[in-house]
């Protein structure tokens, strides 16, 4: 069974800082990876999606790299705005479908 | 292009009662996924339709149950509502039924409080 694993829970940085969250999966057989946002009680928005076949993608400020036979992926953010505070979510497809596994998430906090 | 949107945005039922939510899927998408998010949670999966049949159930019991439409939409039932089932319900889009290289695309969700 997948599980997913998201570390730190939160993280308080000030504005300005570059940061790292991270995801670990335990069943590397991964078709992709995908990093969501979530703003408190809202929906989720798709950041970035890597490909199994690629060791990065990038928009922007947001950089996520995917290693799969560690069974990991960290999702970097250059140069934080408190626009950037939300929960970061990141999810596997599993069950033989695009059936999302998701991590518990990090609640990003990026103080003025 | 229209996103994927749901109704009701807010939902305060009572135990045991039933509930019925909706969720439009984006244009061109023929797959839509449920997902249920607990407080401080990570989405957990409900189920998926795909061509108005269910193609893959989470670990939810039956009274969790749903349709889709000819034009893609779906709903999601939930009856003899428990407090447990109290949390934020999501539907997502996607354009094709089993590939997993496909981007899914999330609606706002439901908020649905049981009292």
């Known amino acids: 069974k997948q599980e997913v694993t998201q570390i730190p829970a939160a993280l308080s940085v000030p504005e300005g800082e570059n940061l790292v969250l991270n995801c670990s999966f335990t069943d590397s057989a991964i078709y992709n990876l995908q990093w969501f946002r979530q703003d408190p009680g809202k929906g989720l928005t798709s950041l970035l999606l890597?490909?199994?076949?690629?060791r990065e993608q990038t928009s922007g400020r947001l950089n996520a790299s995917l290693d799969k036979s560690s069974g990991r992926s960290t999702l970097y953010i250059a140069a934080s705005q408190p626009g950037d505070s939300a929960t970061y979510l990141c999810?596997?497809?599993?069950?033989?479908?695009?059936?999302?596994?998701f991590g518990t998430g990090t609640q990003l906090k990026v103080e003025l | 292009e229209t996103g994927v949107t749901q109704s009701p945005t807010h939902l305060i039922k009572t135990r045991g009662q039933q509930v019925t939510l909706r969720c439009s899927s984006q244009s061109g998408h023929n797959t839509v996924s449920w997902y249920q998010q607990a407080l401080g949670q990570g989405p957990q999966f409900i189920f998926q339709y795909y061509r108005e049949e269910e193609n893959g159930r989470g670990n939810f019991p039956p009274r969790f149950s749903g349709l889709q439409f000819p034009n893609y939409s779906s709903e999601l039932n939930v009856n003899a509502l428990e407090l447990d089932d109290s949390a934020l319900y999501l539907c997502?889009?996607?354009?094709?039924?089993?590939?997993?290289?496909?981007?899914?695309?999330f609606g706002p969700g439901t908020r649905l409080t049981v009292l």
């Open positions: 997502a889009s996607s354009p094709v039924a089993g590939h997993q290289t496909d981007t899914q695309y």
């Open positions: 890597i490909q199994s076949s690629q």
């Open positions: 999810a596997v497809p599993t069950g033989g479908g695009n059936k999302l596994t």
